[in-house]
């Protein structure tokens, strides 16, 4: 293991579901830590326990069991209001489908974090906006509605929003699910770059190939992590 500090710590975090047949154990006893800079795939089959597991580190959804530490916060205890705002400035999250608010343009979607977060100044987010947009190269189509996008497009234009309030780590579900296989290289190699400016990801991905594409693979199976590897096989 790195002697690095981590940026997120999980320490026996169950989550257990009620249902009719009794409770559901989505993830068993999982530790884990990831340092600042890792770009981390998570991949196991529908159902393993992969977006539960995004849901605990996002705080989306709480634990029944267990610590989450992130950025120095500790996660499941923070209440819901106090969540929103550790949220807004830790954990940018990109959804598999797109989740972008219809009536806005490209340009307010990713703004629209700014406002909630009230940072950068005022002044300042429409510029950091337009940037974010450039970085993702969607800049030309700043003043469209989603509507008027393609699936890659807005996918790019979610992961600027995510970007918004410059938070150190990137949480996606299944960002490439709806896309090409063209488009969904074209949205990884975006991440590889967030990487090497220093933004730590974590990825859900069905596809082996954009897995093993990063320098991090967990794969879930059944609630429990069952193997962890770097990018060229490795052990981790």
Same mark, same amino acid.
């Given at each position: $293991?790195?002697?690095? #500090?981590?940026?997120?710590?999980?320490?026996?975090?169950?989550?257990?579901?009620?249902?009719?047949?009794?409770? !559901?154990?989505?993830?068993?006893?999982?530790?884990?830590?990831?340092?600042?800079?890792?770009?981390?795939?998570?991949?196991?089959?529908?159902?393993?326990?992969?977006?539960?597991?995004? /849901? %605990?580190?996002?705080?989306?959804?709480?634990?029944? +069991?267990?610590?989450?530490?992130?950025?120095?916060?500790?996660?499941?205890?923070?209440?819901? /209001?106090? *969540?929103?705002?550790?949220?807004?400035?830790?954990?940018?999250?990109?959804?598999?489908?797109?989740? *972008?608010?219809?009536?806005?343009?490209?340009? +307010? /979607?990713? $703004?629209?974090?700014?406002? !909630?977060?009230?940072?950068?100044?005022?002044?300042?987010?429409?510029?950091?906006?337009?940037?974010?947009?450039?970085? %993702?190269?969607?800049?030309?189509?700043?003043?469209?509605?989603?509507?008027?996008?393609?699936?890659?497009?807005?996918?790019?234009?979610?992961?600027a929003r995510a970007l918004a309030t410059d938070p150190p780590i990137l949480a996606?579900? +299944? #960002?490439?699910?709806? *896309?090409?296989?063209?488009?969904?290289?074209?949205? !990884?190699?975006? !991440?590889?770059?967030?990487?090497? %400016?220093?933004?730590?990801?974590? %990825?859900?991905?069905?596809? #082996?190939?954009?897995?093993?594409?990063?320098?991090?693979?967990?794969?879930?199976?059944?609630?429990?992590?069952?193997?962890?590897?770097?990018?060229?096989?490795?052990?981790?």
């Amino acid at each position: $293991m790195s002697s690095t #500090p981590s940026l997120i710590d999980l320490h026996g975090v169950t989550k257990a579901y009620q249902t009719e047949a009794g409770p !559901f154990l989505a993830l068993k006893d999982i530790h884990l830590h990831v340092t600042e800079g890792e770009f981390v795939a998570i991949v196991g089959k529908s159902g393993s326990g992969k977006t539960t597991l995004i /849901n %605990m580190i996002t705080g989306l959804d709480r634990p029944t +069991e267990g610590e989450i530490r992130v950025g120095g916060a500790q996660v499941e205890s923070l209440s819901e /209001n106090r *969540l929103a705002e550790w949220r807004g400035r830790t954990i940018g999250v990109v959804f598999q489908f797109f989740q *972008l608010l219809p009536t806005l343009t490209a340009l +307010e /979607n990713v $703004m629209l974090p700014m406002d !909630f977060c009230a940072t950068p100044p005022f002044g300042e987010r429409r510029v950091r906006a337009l940037e974010l947009l450039t970085l %993702m190269e969607i800049e030309d189509h700043a003043h469209k509605l989603p509507s008027a996008l393609s699936g890659g497009q807005q996918q790019r234009v979610a992961i600027a929003r995510a970007l918004a309030t410059d938070p150190p780590i990137l949480a996606a579900d +299944e #960002p490439t699910g709806n *896309l090409d296989s063209k488009t969904a290289a074209a949205v !990884f190699s975006l !991440f590889d770059r967030l990487v090497s %400016m220093g933004k730590t990801i974590l %990825m859900v991905t069905h596809d #082996p190939d954009l897995a093993r594409r990063a320098n991090r693979q967990l794969h879930i199976a059944d609630g429990v992590i069952v193997d962890d590897v770097n990018g060229n096989g490795g052990g981790k």
